[in-house]
C-alpha cells in the first residue's frame, strides 16, 4: 500500500472517529438532558398545568354555591319549616338551568330531606352509606368541600359536588346546598391534553383505582395490578407529589409523574414514553452522520488530489535532476532493471549511450558556473527532436549524460548518436556578444544476453573513454567480440 493511500486512510478513520464520537456525544447529553427535562420538569408542569385548569374549571360552581348558601331565599324557606316543596324545586331547577349545571340539591338539617330539581327525593341516613358525604360534612370546619361521588338522583353516574354549609342568620348549621358538575369536563380535559402533548393522563383514589381516563387507556383499573406501575404504587399513593421513570419489556423509557388534586383526594398520573421525546433527537443524529459522511468524503477527495499532486511533485523532484529536469540515477536505478529485463525476456535491442561534454570545464572557469549551467540547460534542449518518448535521458554527471534507447541496435544507436554529436557541435550560447559553445564524445554499446545494468554502462563507459583518447568529438562503439568457431 503506498503512502498516499495510508494517508487518506489515516485522514478518514480520524475525520469519521471525530464526526462519530461528537455526534454521538451530542446525541446522548441531549437525550439524557431531555429525559431529566422530561422527568422532572416537563411532566410536573403538565400536571400543574391539569391542576390549575380543573381548580380553574371548579371557581364558577364554587361561587353558585356559595350565592346559594347565602340566597335569602334559602334560609327563610328552610325557617319557615319547608312548606312548599315546589318552591325549592322551582329554585333549584332554576339555578341548574341558569348556570348549566348536572344537577342543584339542598339537605335540610331539620328534616334530613335532600331536595332535586325533580322534587324531595329522599331523607338522609347516617346509616346509609351513601349518604354519609352530608354528615361527614356537617362535621368539618371547612365551609364548603368538593366531593365526588355517584348522583343521588341518578346512582349509575358519577359527579363533581360542590357542597356548600347554610346558616340562620344567627349563625347556626341549618343544611346543606350545592351543585354538581358532570365528571365528562374531566375527562374533556384529559383529552386535551393528550392530544396536545402526546402524554397519557388518568386519575386514580387513595386506594389506587383507576377513576378517571381517556379513551386510549389499556391498563390496569388497579394501579397496584400494573405490572410496570405495580411497584411504585405505594410510592404514588403515600407522597403528595413524586417523579420517576422505568424500563418496560422492550427495553423503553418510560417517565411517570403524579400529584395529589386535594379537592377531588384523587392522585393525577401524567406517563409519557420515551421514543416520543427521542425521535426528534435521534433523527438530528442521523443527519449529523450523513453530513459527516458527506464532509468527510469530500474532505478525503480534496485530500486525495492535493496529496496526489505534492506526491507527483515530490515523486518528480526525486527523480528529476533539478539544472537540467531530466531523469536522475535514482529513476534509472528503477528504471533500467526493469528494460534489460523485459529485453533479454523479449530477445529485443536495448542500447546504452554515454556522452561526456568536451571542454565544458573551461567555460565554468572562464565563464563561471552560472554561464555553465545555462550551458547545459542549452544543450539539454537539443536532446528533445533526437529522443523518442521510450527513450530515457539522465544526467549522469556534471557534464555527462547517459541515453538508453529500448528496440535501437547498435547501429541504429551509432546513428543516434552522430546525430546528437552533430546537434551539440552546432550549437553555441551567447553570452555577452560571445559565442560558446562545446562538443561532445560519445560511447555506444548495445545490451548482451546475461548482461547486468553494470555490464552494459561499463562497456558503454570503455566505449566513451576511447572517443576521448581518439581526440574527442567522435562516437566510438564497444563491439563485443564474437568466438571463432
Known amino acids: ?17 471525530g464526526f462519530i464520537s461528537t455526534s454521538l456525544i451530542s446525541y446522548f447529553t441531549a437525550r439524557d438532558t431531555l429525559s431529566r427535562e422530561i422527568e422532572e420538569s416537563t411532566l410536573p408542569l403538565t400536571g400543574d398545568n391539569i391542576y390549575s385548569e380543573i381548580q380553574q374549571d371548579l371557581l364558577r360552581p364554587i361561587f353558585i354555591s356559595s350565592l346559594m348558601a347565602h340566597d335569602t331565599f334559602v334560609r327563610d324557606w328552610a325557617l319557615a319549616g ?27 338539617e331539620k328534616t334530613r330531606h335532600y331536595y332535586h330539581p325533580q322534587g324531595m327525593i329522599k331523607t338522609v341516613d347516617k346509616n346509609d352509606p351513601q349518604d354519609s358525604w352530608y354528615f361527614d360534612f356537617k362535621n368539618k370546619v371547612d365551609q364548603y368541600e368538593i366531593n365526588i361521588d355517584t348522583d343521588t338522583a341518578k346512582p349509575d353516574q358519577i359527579t363533581v359536588f360542590i357542597n356548600y354549609k347554610v346558616y340562620d342568620y344567627d349563625g347556626n348549621f341549618i343544611g346543606a346546598t350545592g ?41 390496569e383499573e388497579q394501579l397496584r395490578d400494573s405490572k410496570e406501575l405495580g411497584i411504585y404504587a405505594t410510592r404514588i399513593l403515600t407522597s403528595p ?23 377531588f383526594q384523587w392522585y393525577l398520573i401524567v406517563q409519557q414514553a420515551n421514543n416520543r421525546a427521542t425521535e426528534q433527537i435521534y433523527t438530528t443524529l442521523i443527519w449529523n452522520l450523513i453530513c459527516s459522511a458527506l464532509i468527510t468524503l469530500a474532505v478525503l477527495l480534496l485530500a486525495w488530489l492535493t496529496v496526489g ?81 521510450s527513450d530515457l535521458v539522465c544526467r549522469w554527471g556534471g557534464d555527462e549524460f547517459i541515453f538508453f534507447l529500448p528496440g535501437s541496435n547498435l547501429e541504429q544507436s551509432q ?20 559565442l560558446i559553445s562545446v562538443s561532445v564524445s560519445l560511447g555506444v554499446a548495445q545490451l548482451e544476453k546475461h548482461d547486468s545494468p553494470d555490464d552494459l554502462i561499463l562497456r558503454a563507459d570503455h566505449a566513451l573513454l576511447a572517443a576521448k583518447d581518439e581526440g574527442r568529438n567522435r562516437v566510438v562503439s564497444h563491439v563485443v567480440a564474437v568466438p571463432a568457431v
Not at 82 to 108: N, W
Not at 311 to 337: C, F
Open 241 to 263: 407529589s413524586t417523579s420517576f421513570n422505568y424500563s418496560d419489556d422492550e427495553g423503553q423509557t418510560h417517565y411517570v409523574n403524579s400529584r395529589l388534586v386535594p379537592e
Open 415 to 434: 546513428h543516434f548518436a552522430e546525430r546528437l554529436r552533430h546537434a551539440v557541435e552546432k550549437h553555441h550560447l551567447k553570452v555577452n556578444k560571445e
Open 179 to 219: 351543585v354538581g358538575l358532570s365528571t365528562s369536563l374531566v375527562k374533556q380535559l384529559i383529552e386535551d391534553y393528550q392530544r396536545r402533548y402526546n402524554r397519557e393522563i388518568f386519575f386514580v383514589d387513595r386506594l389506587g383505582k383507576v377513576t378517571m381516563h381517556g379513551d386510549s387507556f389499556d391498563g
Open 1 to 17: 500500500m503506498t503512502k498516499k493511500y495510508q494517508i487518506l486512510i489515516v485522514l478518514c478513520l480520524i475525520l469519521f472517529t
Open 82 to 108: 319547608e312548606e312548599d316543596d315546589s318552591a325549592i324545586t322551582r329554585y333549584l331547577s332554576e339555578i341548574e338551568k341558569r348556570y348549566d349545571t348536572e344537577t342543584a340539591f339542598f339537605v335540610s
Open 309 to 389: 499532486k505534492f506526491q507527483r511533485r515530490l515523486e518528480a523532484m526525486a527523480h528529476t535532476d533539478k539544472l537540467t529536469g531530466l531523469a536522475n540515477r535514482q529513476m534509472l536505478d528503477q528504471w533500467l532493471p526493469l528494460q534489460i529485463a523485459q529485453a533479454q525476456r523479449r530477445s529485443e535491442a536495448l542500447s546504452c549511450v554515454i556522452a561526456d561534454l568536451d571542454g565544458f570545464k573551461e567555460v565554468n572557469d572562464n565563464y563561471g558556473h552560472p554561464t555553465g549551467d545555462l550551458l547545459l540547460q542549452s544543450i539539454v534542449e537539443q536532446f528533445a527532436p533526437l529522443t523518442r518518448s
